[in-house]
Every structure is written in C-alpha cells, then in structure tokens.
C-alpha cells in the first residue's frame, strides 16, 4: 500500500528547491510519489506530468546505452545491494538534447516507519572545465556491456528482454500499432568465409547502420550472431514491409564483397502478446521463406504456424503412420465408357491419424515430397494393395489392375522396376495387375537416368499411365520423347469445359484424335454428372474416373458393403480388357496407314 504523507511534510517536500524525488516499492516496482519544486523545474514538466513520466517507461528520457546501466543500478539499490550513485544520459523532453545527470540515492525512514528511497538529481551537462570532461567520461567508462553489443554498439538481447515490453506500451500511447521485426543476416558464414572476418564484422556494422536508418525511432537490438530484433510502430504493414525493403537495398547496394542482404520475419503484436512471443513467432515466419532470396520478409500467422507444426507433425510421426496403419488405401474404379464396366482401380492414400484426424493428401503429400519421403510411401502403397490382392480375391472381387502414383523423385532413391518386382515376387502378384502412374510434367522434366528407368518397366510388363495431361504445364513433346499406354486427362479440363467459349471441348476433341492415332489410351478425371459423360463418349473418350462412377473408399468399406447385401459393381473381365487393349493398337495402325 502505498505510503500517505501528512499534508504538512507533503508541502514542506514539495517546496524543496532542489530537484529531488521520494520512491516507494509498491507490487515489485519502485514508484515515484512525490517529487519537489527543484525537480519539476530541472525536468520542465508540472508536477503530476512529472510523476507519470517516472512511473513509466525509461527508454523515451534515458540514453539507450545507459537505460540498461540505470535499471539494473536501481534493482540493486532497492535489494540494499550497493549504494547509489550514478551519472546518465537523459533529456528533458523527446526533441531535445542528451544532457549529463548526476543521481544519487539514499534511505529515509518515515514518522511511521515505512522506508523510501530519495533520489537526488544534477544536471551537470553545462559544469565547466575538468567536472565537464570528467562527467562525460564517467559516463562512457560505465557503458554496461551485460545490456550492449560492443560490435555494433546497439543493444543485445539482455536489452530487448528487459525493455521490449516498455517499448511496446509507448509505441501503442502514440496511436501505432507495435511490431517486431527478426532480422538475418543472408549467407554471413559464406561471406566470413570469402572475404575475412573483419569483413564480416563490417557487414554486421552496415546491417546496423541499415537498420537505424530505416526504422528511425524503433528499438533496435542485436540479437544472437548474424540476427538483428527490432521493436517499430507501424501504420499498416505496406509501410513495415518497405522499411524491411529498404534495408536489404541498402546493404545489397553499400557492401564491400558480395552479398544476399537481409531478410525478415515479422509479427505484429496483438493485445496480449508478450515479447518472447513475438521473437517465436517472428523466427517462424523467417523460416517459412526458406531458401526462396526473392522474398525479403514474411508475416506471421496463425495460420501459417499451425500449417508449420502440422508439417513438422508429419515428418516426425510418418515412420508410426507407415509401421501402425494409419496411412490407408482408398480405391477409386475406372470405368469404360463402351460398356460402363470397372476396368481399373486407382489407389489413393489417406492418412487416418489418431490424433488428428484425416490428414488430406493435400497437406501430407508436399511435406513427404519436400522431405524426400515420397517414395517410402508409394512403395508402401504398392505393398498394400499386394497385401489387400488376396482379400480382394477371397471375397470374390473381380481383379482389375490397380494403378500408384510415383514421383519422379522416387527413381531417385531406389530403383523402382526392381523393388516392384520384390514386393510383387513376395506376395504372388503378376505385373499386368499393377499400373504405374507419372505426371506429364515429371516425364517432360526427367534426367536420362529416370527416363531410361521408365523404359525399364515397360519392358519388364508394367503398364505406364501420363497423369495431370493439361493441368498447366501441358507439351505436345512428351509423345515423341517417351511412350506410354494410357493420356489422364487433368480434371479440370473436364469441369470447365464451356470456359473461354468451349476451348477445353475442343481441346480434349483433338487430343483424344491424337491419342488414338497414336495408339495410347485416353482417361478423363473429374466425371461428376450425366452431361460430362455424354460428351467424352462422344468425343470417343474411353474410360472416366470420378465421383458420378465410383467414389474413393477403403477396401474394408467395400467388403461392409458386399456383406450387407449390396452387389459390386460389374468389372470386365481380362479377356476383355486384352480386346480393348489391341483394338486400341489395330486403330493406330490403321490410323497411320490406311491403305
């Protein structure tokens, strides 16, 4: 509670000529209450005006080199750790000069025996001769590097930790909303490494001048080696992400040796985000550039860190998903236009987690891609379904071939024709039941090496579809550089077909022409209602995969279905599918010459 002076010693302390100031602490803090005529009259301010600047922030009236020096002078004074006695930098006013102030501090026990801490202040700034001289470099040889970086000469994180949140209540008095900025240093390691230490150290020293440039009146800090943590007001963040920009020119165009400037993750605080806060979130939104040098910054989210921490959750529990189950096989039938029959059955992944929930393939499949994963999982996939071949069988399922998606990246890690061949030899399922599947733009993009390893599987059996034809990155090359059985249309070609005057109609007209002439199959994704499957029947379209058919479930599901009565449905038989496949073929050669 804090301490009632009498009505008497009140006016006879606040008539004290000389500047001085009786604290008390109150809830862990030193409060002001009471301040004389002497004091208000050095400081230029009344008297209740001059009590709330005490009572607030340091960092808007201390030099930023001495706040640290003075506060923690202050915390041991109040911890009866030493006495106090100190000279500073301060200002009276925010446009003013810096001016040299003399503070000492003692103890004085109250009529009822509350003690307080009295402060004495002088302004020594204007002293003449030596006092002056001595003043300033009793000042300079106290510079407190627990809270200073003596590379820079900025503030070091002990600095930011302690006053960043007295920053932010300031920045918000103004009107602006605060912000934290994490800066890092592109490629110092490389630098230091080219050009020297002592470069690097006048990189760091350019960054620093960079920084104050472009956030004139923010906090500023050096964090840890090649980062730097900067406290700003914004108006909006088109202005805050200048500011970033700005800096990154400015050292990109001043360095010696040859850089990749800055780049910055920045969070904008909400009502109750504390500073350590801000620094995590700050450091995650850095991260999620990654390597990509034409960003310079990046803003932090929720969202963003959810769909981190998510990624980091798949990566870490994809080993317990593959060994426990939880990644499942979902089949969607294939159908042939001619007889309406199932003639093929792609195998789609689906994550059932625990803890989580479905996972879409969406989220779960960039990251194992991104990781280098991908083919741990399509491997994985084709021993499921050789696993599943016999429950199939035994259940009386018709066995149409079943088609995985690979990734060109697989091919780099193992050889995908031999590993096919193991897994299959191991569990008795002939090649004709298994058809690989690779995007357009993996096959149109492929090394000679992953191209020979394709050409590898066709010659030992395996059936070779082109996924994603059409879906943005579409060259009519890919047919005269590699061959393959079967054209997938890009569902979206199919659910657009009247967009831009009917372009896609014609289109996939023509490309189902070519395709036949070539003697490849074609197959369109995306069938979802009676009008899209009259039109690829007229174009001569021969087989359609999507919901209007079949949806994807789980071999499990289907098994429910059957042992409830319900009839699968009608698939062709070998025999007939062997007839399509040379009708096919026979309609190319007479297609090519047809005398």
């Known amino acids: 509670m804090a301490y009632t002076f009498s009505a008497a010693l009140r006016q006879a302390y606040e008539a004290l000529p000389i500047p001085v100031a009786y604290y008390q602490e109150i809830d862990g803090k030193a409060t002001a209450l009471l301040v004389s005529d002497g004091l208000c009259k050095l400081m230029k301010a009344d008297r209740g005006r001059l009590i709330e600047l005490l009572n607030s922030s340091l960092l808007d009236r201390v030099h930023p080199d001495d ?5 923690r002078s202050v915390t041991m004074f109040a911890r009866r750790q030493c006495g106090y006695d100190l000279v500073y930098r301060g200002k009276y006013a925010p446009d003013e000069d810096w001016r040299y102030i003399h503070s000492m501090g003692g103890w004085q026990i109250m009529p009822d025996g509350t003690e307080l801490a009295v402060f004495f202040y002088t302004d020594i700034s204007d002293s003449a001769g030596e006092r002056g001289r001595l003043a300033e470099s009793y000042a300079l040889f106290q510079k407190d590097h627990f809270y200073n970086d003596p590379l820079t000469g900025l503030p070091n994180i002990n600095f930011m930790r302690e006053f960043a949140d007295q920053k932010v209540e300031l920045i ?11 800066f890092d240093v592109n490629g110092l390691r490389s630098y230091n490494s080219q050009y020297g230490y002592a470069e690097g150290d006048a990189l760091l020293k350019l960054v620093t001048e960079a920084i104050q440039a472009g956030f004139e009146g923010a906090l500023v800090t050096r964090g840890a080696d090649d980062h730097f943590i900067v406290v700003a007001g914004m108006c909006d963040r088109a202005q805050l992400a200048n500011r970033v920009r700005y800096v990154n020119e400015y050292v990109r165009a001043r360095a010696e040796g040859n850089t990749r400037g800055v780049q910055a993750g920045i969070c904008v605080y909400d009502a109750d985000m504390t500073t350590p806060d801000a620094i995590d979130h700050a450091k995650h939104a850095l991260k999620l550039i990654g390597n990509d040098l034409n960003l310079s910054h990046n803003f932090y989210s929720p969202e963003a860190e959810d769909h981190y921490w998510t990624q980091r959750y798949i990566i870490e529990a994809f080993d317990e998903a593959l060994e426990k189950g939880w990644i499942r096989v979902y089949y969607q039938a294939i159908e042939r236009l001619k007889t309406h029959k199932g003639c093929a059955l792609e195998a789609l992944a689906r994550w059932a987690d625990p803890e989580r929930g479905m996972l879409s393939p969406g989220l ?6 991104k990781y280098h994963l991908l083919y741990r999982l399509d491997l994985y996939m084709v021993e499921q379904i050789c696993k599943e071949t016999a429950t199939r069988a035994a259940a009386g399922l018709p066995l149409i071939p079943v088609s995985v998606n690979f990734s060109a990246q697989d091919f780099d890690h193992v050889s995908v024709a031999d590993e096919l061949d193991r897994i299959l030899g191991q569990y008795g399922v002939s090649r004709d039941k298994l058809i690989v599947e690779i995007t357009e733009q993996d096959i149109a993009t492929g090394t000679e090496a992953f191209k020979a390893q394709l050409q590898a599987l066709r010659a030992r059996g395996y059936s070779l579809w082109l996924d994603d034809f059409g879906s943005g990155y579409s060259s009519l090359n890919v047919f005269s550089q590699f061959e393959v059985d079967l054209v997938k249309f890009d569902l979206e070609l199919l659910r657009n077909l009247d967009a831009q005057r009917g372009a896609n109609r014609y289109i996939m007209r023509t490309m189902v022409g070519l395709c036949r002439q070539l003697g490849i199959q074609t197959l369109a994704e995306g069938m979802e209602d009676a009008e899209q499957m009259a039109f690829l029947e007229q174009i ?9 058919y079949y949806k994807p479930q789980p071999l499990a599901e289907t098994l429910a279905r059957l042992s409830s009565g319900d009839a699968p449905i009608a698939c062709e038989t070998p025999e007939e599918r062997r007839s399509f496949l040379e009708a096919c073929r026979d309609g190319a050669e007479i297609a090519r010459d047809p005398m």
């Open 364 to 369: 779960f499949i960039p990251v194992l891609e």
């Open 172 to 182: 918000r008095r103004q009107g602006l909303t605060p912000a934290l900025v994490y």
């Open 540 to 548: 001569g379209c021969e087989l359609a995969q999507g919901f209007y």
């Open 67 to 71: 706040v640290g020096r003075l506060s």
